[in-house]
Each structure stands twice: as structure tokens, then as C-alpha cells.
């Protein structure tokens, strides 16, 4: 089992790149960008490759909407050569509130764009020349704009012709595309002991058409983490972000993380979340968030419990443990919990 741990950062993501170099030397094997509607991934992604020697440098995520199959495969190309091939991209359709509210993209067809651009991206990768006959025409068809696109393959050569593409992804036939087609799969608020609840059929009917060629499924997710007699009130650090998507990443009928909970069997618990959320009382919302849940999706207490959550995640499939420290000395556990996942 790998470690990593996603870039935190409050304002200024500088010093926390510079954490990352410090983490590193504790053992740290990926950390993760995130991207929604704040600074750009693959920007951080690029001054992490400068501060660090060893770690993987993971998108999580770009979004499918936002950047054409062509620009994401000049991201993929040009962050694996300044990284020295330590790159890896993950996609994902995040939700119509961005896509539509902050791209002014319309949200449509997820699971088609993601297989198509991945397979795009693949093949730019090995620098074949680029058409498409499919969402996306490449070149554009007579009769769409001036009519003297071309075929083009990729202009520079490629660190690696093959760079890690994981999905983000919580519906059934996302995560089923993703066991088919991707090399990881991203999900969030992992819960172990019910992944396969709400997962395992698509996992299994994925991997049952897996392409080809392609390694097994790496699978990353966690939580916070924090190792004490004395710490299981550090969960409530949690509570904003589980409220947070729970209650306000989406519309009343149309929030993939509401639905989450809900599978997850926390059906009471996530209508009120979102009513109180959405009617503006953030903190009431937090207060809802099911103490189970983050127990489950975190690894906070004693060494003894910290190392059952390892466990229950090796067991429910994760290959690439994340962790976010909430200790005072974040390097020690992470050296630490480099020498238990090890």
C-alpha cells in the first residue's frame, strides 16, 4: 500500500508546496492536487515538480468539461516531462453547479466524454495522430468552423507514452467505466465497510471488461489522520467538509454526495444535512454529520484503532492510502504511518 496525501492549503498554496518536500523525505509516496473552482491544478502541479525529487504528483481532479481531449493531453505530456515522469492525471465531471455556474459549460454526457478522452489521451501519449468520430470530431467536420482542421498528432515526444490515468467517480456506471478503461479510480467519503455495498457490483462488472494490457485497478482514498489516547475530538475538524458536499455540492434532487450518504444508509441524517444547508445554517448542518461515518472515514485514535483503519482499507480494495495529518508534528505521522502501510 502506497501513502499520500492531498495539498492543503488556506490561501496560499505555496507553503504548503513547500511541506510536501519535508513529506517526502518522511516517506510520502503521491500527493494529490485538487482543482474545483480555485487555483488550477496542473500549475501547482508543475512548482511541486520543482520542489520535489521522488513523489508522484497526482491531479485530483481536472475536470472533463473545462479543457478540450487536446489540451488535456498537453497537460499530461508536459507535467510527466517536468516531473521527470512522476505525473499522474486524474479526470473527473465534478458537478453542473462548476461546469455550468463557473465554465458555462453544459453538464451532459460524463461517462462518454471521460471514455473518450481518456482513450485520446492514450493514444496522443504514443503520438498517433488524433481523430475522432465521436463526441468529440476530430478534426471538425465540413461545415463546422472553417473547414480547414487537420489531423495532427502530438508536436513533442513524450517522457512516458503511457502516464497514469485514474477517474473520480461515485455513480454505478462511472465506476464501473473506471474498472473497464482507467488505471485508478478516485472515489470520496470512503466509507470501507459499506464500499462494497454501493460499489461492488460495478467494480466487479468493470473489471470483468477490463481492457487489455491494463495493470490492476489502483484505488486511492482515506481521511484525516491523528494517533492519540486522546484525540477522537479532532473529528469534528472533519464535520465542515462532509457537510459541505453533502449539503451544499448540489441541488435538492441532484447532489452525487447526498446520494452517497443515502446509499451509504445514512437516509435521515442527509436530508437534513442538505435542508439545513441549503437554508443557510452551515453549522447546524455539521452537527448532523453522523459520527459513525467520520469514525469510519478517518483515522483518528490510539495507534492500536488507527491500525484496524488500515487494515479496513487494505481490505476494502485501497491501494494508495491518503491520509491528511492533523497532528502537531504532521512529518512524524507520516513517517509513521509510512512504516505501517509498508
Not at 14 to 27: C, L
Not at 44 to 68: D, P
Not at 166 to 194: H, Q
Not at 332 to 340: A, D, F, L, V
Request: hydrophobic share 40%; charged share 20%.
Amino acid at each position: 500500500m502506497l501513502l499520500s496525501t492531498p495539498l492543503t492549503y488556506s490561501g496560499n498554496p505555496r507553503e504548503a508546496a513547500n511541506q510536501i518536500a519535508g513529506y517526502e523525505k518522511a516517506g510520502l509516496d503521491t500527493v494529490w492536487v485538487a482543482e474545483a473552482y480555485g487555483f488550477d491544478s496542473p500549475t501547482l502541479m508543475g512548482y511541486l515538480a520543482a520542489k520535489t525529487e521522488r513523489v508522484q504528483i497526482g491531479a485530483a481532479i481536472l475536470n472533463i468539461y473545462s479543457r478540450t481531449p487536446g489540451a488535456l493531453l498537453q497537460t499530461a505530456a508536459g507535467l510527466d516531462n517536468v516531473s521527470g515522469g512522476r505525473a499522474i492525471i486524474g479526470l473527473g465531471a465534478s458537478g453542473p453547479q462548476v461546469i455550468e455556474g463557473f465554465h458555462g459549460v453544459p453538464y451532459d454526457r460524463s461517462v462518454g466524454r471521460t471514455r473518450e478522452i481518456i482513450d485520446l489521451i492514450r493514444r496522443g501519449l504514443r503520438r498517433e495522430t488524433l481523430t475522432s468520430d465521436g463526441i468529440y470530431k476530430l478534426p471538425l467536420p465540413e461545415g463546422q468552423g472553417t473547414g480547414l482542421g487537420k489531423p495532427l498528432k502530438l508536436l513533442t515526444k513524450p517522457e512516458r507514452r503511457s502516464v497514469p490515468l485514474y477517474i473520480a467517480a461515485l455513480g454505478p456506471k462511472s465506476v464501473e467505466g473506471a474498472a473497464e478503461y482507467a488505471d485508478g479510480w478516485i472515489p470520496f467519503l470512503f466509507l470501507p465497510e459499506r464500499a462494497d455495498q454501493v460499489w461492488g457490483d460495478s467494480l466487479r462488472a468493470g473489471t470483468a471488461k477490463r481492457q487489455a494490457g491494463l495493470a490492476p485497478l489502483e484505488v486511492t482514498a482515506g481521511g484525516m489522520v491523528a494517533i492519540g489516547e486522546d484525540v477522537k475530538g479532532l473529528l469534528d475538524l472533519a464535520r465542515p467538509l462532509f457537510a459541505l458536499y453533502v449539503g451544499g455540492m448540489g441541488a435538492r434532487g441532484k447532489n452525487f454526495y447526498n446520494d452517497l450518504a443515502c446509499h451509504y444508509g445514512f437516509e435521515e441524517q442527509a436530508k437534513k444535512i442538505q435542508d439545513l444547508y441549503l437554508d443557510g445554517h452551515k453549522r447546524d448542518a455539521e452537527a448532523e454529520v453522523p459520527l459513525e461515518w467520520l469514525e469510519l472515514a478517518n483515522l483518528v485514535g490510539p495507534a492500536s484503532y488507527v491500525k484496524e483503519r488500515i487494515a479496513a482499507y487494505r481490505e476494502a480494495g485501497i491501494s494508495n492510502l491518503q491520509v491528511t495529518p492533523v497532528s502537531p508534528d504532521p512529518m512524524g505521522t507520516i513517517s509513521q504511518m509510512k512504516e505501517w502501510v509498508s
